[in-house]
């Protein structure tokens, strides 16, 4: 009676847990429609020429976009950077480093070697 | 006395048949069983009549300020785009599936809107507080302030002149 009992239970445990299973993963047609991300501005596409500085839908943007740069510089750890040995950088050697056009870069040499020096820090 | 009795037996006919029509269970309240036009029209009629009576009161504030669009934005993507859709997105699982259908308020409605941007903007302030019974439409003001649905009314305002791209950022987080 007993084992009976058991190999009930047993078979509707079989048909029952698969069913619930699959019944957890049913989805709509779309899941990536349900899946909401806290998205961050995209301020890549903003066109400040073609903006109208008079329209709130614009202001509204600048703002946005001007307060997440402005938290985004705040949560870097400025601490941590006196670590960098910016001695050491000056052994790159710039011959491996394929597709520079150096030409170009001669005039901003001087003015990157003084901005490494970390006085604007 | 005789116009009475007459009277009462008709009430009494009609109470009958309107428990027999209800406890029959005839009548369909499945979502994709679209109303009748006579009944649509009557339900859609006493529904505007109604938010236009309870809203004729309400003072509208300045809705053109950025603060309001950038609150009100990030409002609207998390409570109301899946239902009354986006720049860039012309239908969603609610937008298909309710009934009766919420409007796109990201599409200029101007053929069908009656009255001023004021009269407009008073009756979204309505509808978004109170909500609408049996539509699907809840009401937030239970548990949002009248300054959040105001920035959501403004939001709303601008919706069908923004771009997918505009949208996204007044929408971002920060």
Redesign the interface.
């Known amino acids: 009676m007993k084992t009976n009992f058991i190999k009930t239970v047993g078979k509707i445990a079989l048909i029952l847990v698969p069913a619930i299973t699959l019944s957890m993963n049913a989805s709509?047609?779309?899941p990536k429609?349900h899946a909401?991300k806290?998205?961050?501005?995209?301020?890549s596409?903003?066109d400040h020429s073609k903006m109208d500085m008079k329209d709130?839908?614009a202001?509204?943007?600048m703002?946005?976009?001007m307060?997440?740069s402005k938290?985004s510089m705040e949560k870097m750890d400025h601490s941590k950077m006196k670590e960098m040995d910016h001695s050491k950088m000056k052994g790159m050697d710039h011959s491996k480093m394929k597709g520079m056009d150096h030409s170009k870069m001669e005039k901003k040499e001087n003015k990157k070697a003084n901005s490494d020096d970390h006085q604007n820090h | 006395m005789k116009a009475l009795k007459i009277l009462l037996i008709l009430l009494l006919l009609g109470g009958a048949s309107a428990a027999t029509v209800m406890y029959s269970g005839i009548v369909n309240v499945a979502a994709d069983e679209p109303h009748s036009d006579i009944v649509y029209w009557l339900l859609e009629e006493t529904r505007e009549a109604s938010i236009k009576k309870s809203a004729q009161h309400i003072k509208v504030p300045d809705l053109e300020s950025p603060e309001l669009l950038l609150m009100g934005g990030a409002d609207y993507e998390y409570m109301c785009s899946s239902c009354h859709l986006k720049p860039g997105l012309e239908e969603s699982d609610m937008s298909i599936g309710l009934y009766p259908q919420p409007p796109n308020l990201s599409i200029s409605h101007e053929t069908h809107q009656h009255g001023t941007d004021e009269e407009l903007a008073r009756q979204n302030f309505w509808v978004i507080k109170h909500g609408i019974k049996a539509s699907g439409m809840p009401a937030w003001g239970k548990t949002h302030s009248d300054e959040r649905i105001w920035a959501m009314v403004a939001f709303i305002k601008r919706l069908p002149t923004l771009t997918p791209e505009q949208y996204q950022v007044l929408t971002a987080i920060d």
């Open positions: 709509a047609h779309d429609m909401k806290a998205e961050k501005a995209d301020c596409k903003m709130p839908v202001v509204a943007m703002k946005k976009c307060k997440q938290s």
